[in-house]
């Protein structure tokens, strides 16, 4: 007969479902399984940690966004958003399903014509566009979404260079009640810059005028300032065409719609606060409805959602290393997971999840990362069970940006699994090796030789 293990009696106040001040409840069931698939057996062939992307739960989200949109109005064209993650394997399963690609680099815009995207289905957004890449857009007769008077003239210098009448779009910031404005990028609605761009565009004759975008925040909580964006560039839109009787053929709402994340400071969670697709819908297609446009020229609507689309499809897999007490005597907890690969672990307070059974005793805890920096926190706070060293947890939507803005820093990146449709493995991002590394460096002769 086996020895029981030891825990320590823990004193814990019940609780309601209510919040306190401390948030609401952390009682959670063991995640097991991801699609079929034993986290367990999934650590022990592929390492820890290791990235989990569900194609079931991609496809699903992006169903439910294009079912609540063209609901509700008639021209509806979703666009993916490279920068939230750009893994060839992701950004195939959105061209799938009817999206075109929205790209903010040269590099991002090289990887979309490589992967075989037509270049009219590809949207160059972006405050930095060199003339090489510029160049290249204009001749795939892509469509750029102009950011600043600058690149508004390079283009111009380039459509009479190439004797090619480039397909562009102007980027508008306004005031839409969300603080701080997004002013950075863009032509400002309130002031008639945007306007003046227009009037340029239009009185060169150089270029086609065929779109308005903007992109008004990021991780929005209110449906409606995407309503007053749409109501402005709305606007616009019937302006150019009241004096130019030139007509407007998209309106771009960019992305920006909150995941089902937590932010950090939140009282409540996240699944709790995030508006639904739903309702990001009723306030844009309500906008467009009530303006002025005549039935059979209402513009295209573009949307460029790509954290709620993806964020909630991805799992990062990790190893508990040891635990320890502050020195204040409080509980830390120390993963094989940093911050490195989990870059937003410094907005999100991510659900955390043990892959074992456990008990039901739990303690307020400090989830640390492996690496040698204080800031490596994966949660300051959060109610655990007593896991012990070598079992695993499962931290919960990393679908968004951990796979673009993750960094190569005292820790090799992990492997990153896809479980498709019929629940198959897929290596779909190879885990970092030293020759990976080394195979970009160069040592000159001189310091070849070590005493």
């Known amino acids: 007969m086996s020895k029981i293990r030891y825990e320590r009696p823990v004193i814990k106040k019940l609780e309601t479902g209510m919040p306190n001040k401390f948030g609401t409840r952390m009682d959670y069931e063991p995640v097991t399984h991801i699609d079929g698939h034993s986290v367990a057996k999934l650590v022990k062939e592929y390492g820890s940690p290791l990235f989990v992307i569900s194609e079931k739960i991609i496809r699903s989200t992006i169903k439910k966004a294009k079912r609540a949109f063209e609901t509700l109005y008639p021209k509806v064209q979703f666009a993916w958003s490279y920068k939230t993650n750009y893994l060839n394997a992701i950004c195939s399963i959105f061209h799938q399903e009817g999206s075109w690609a929205e790209v903010v680099s040269g590099f991002e815009y090289d990887k979309a014509i490589g992967m075989g995207i037509d270049g009219r289905k590809i949207i160059f957004n972006g405050p930095d566009k060199s003339e090489k890449d510029l160049t290249k857009a204009i001749k795939n007769d892509s469509l750029i ?11 111009t210098e380039l459509a009479e260079l190439l004797q090619k009448r480039p397909r562009v779009a102007i980027r508008v910031n306004m005031d839409t009640g969300v603080y701080p404005i997004w002013d950075r990028f ?42 007053v964006a749409a109501t402005k560039l709305a606007e616009l839109a019937l302006s150019v065409e009241h004096k130019f009787k030139h007509e407007i053929k998209y309106i771009d709402l960019g992305g920006g719609f909150a995941s089902k994340n937590t932010l950090k400071g939140s009282y409540l969670p996240g699944a709790d606060t995030s508006p639904s697709f739903n309702d990001f819908a009723e306030a844009i297609s309500t906008a467009l409805l009530n303006s002025n446009f005549q039935k059979d020229k209402l513009p295209l609507l573009i949307l460029e959602t790509g954290r709620a689309l993806i964020d909630e499809a991805g799992y990062l897999l990790g ?9 204040t005597g409080r509980r830390n907890t ?9 870059f937003t672990s410094f907005w999100y307070d991510h659900k955390i999840t043990p892959a074992q059974s ?20 994966i949660r300051e706070s959060t109610s655990l069970p007593l896991l012990n060293k070598g079992e695993h947890v ?15 820093f005292i820790t090799l990146r992990p492997n990153i699994l896809l479980i498709d449709m019929d629940e198959k493995l ?19 002769e001189h310091l070849r030789k070590i005493n």
């Open 145 to 155: 979404h102009i950011d600043h008077l600058d690149e508004l003239y390079t283009i």
């Open 186 to 227: 863009g032509f400002n609605y309130e002031n008639g810059q945007a306007w003046d761009a227009l009037n340029k565009i239009m009185h060169s004759g150089k270029m086609e005028l065929v779109g308005l975008h903007c992109h008004i925040g990021t991780f929005m909580l209110s449906p409606h300032a995407y309503g």
């Open 319 to 327: 190893t508990v290393i040891s635990n320890k007490r502050s020195s």
């Open 334 to 342: 120390i993963l094989d997971i940093g911050v490195n690969i989990l």
């Open 358 to 377: 456990f008990t039901q005793y739990t303690e307020d805890t400090c989830v640390y990362g492996p690496l040698c920096m204080n800031i490596d926190v």
């Open 394 to 408: 499962v931290i919960h939507s990393v679908g968004a940006y951990n796979m673009t803005q993750w960094m190569q």
């Open 426 to 444: 897929h290596v779909i991002r190879t885990e970092e090796s030293l020759a990976n590394m080394n195979s970009m460096e160069n040592i000159p």
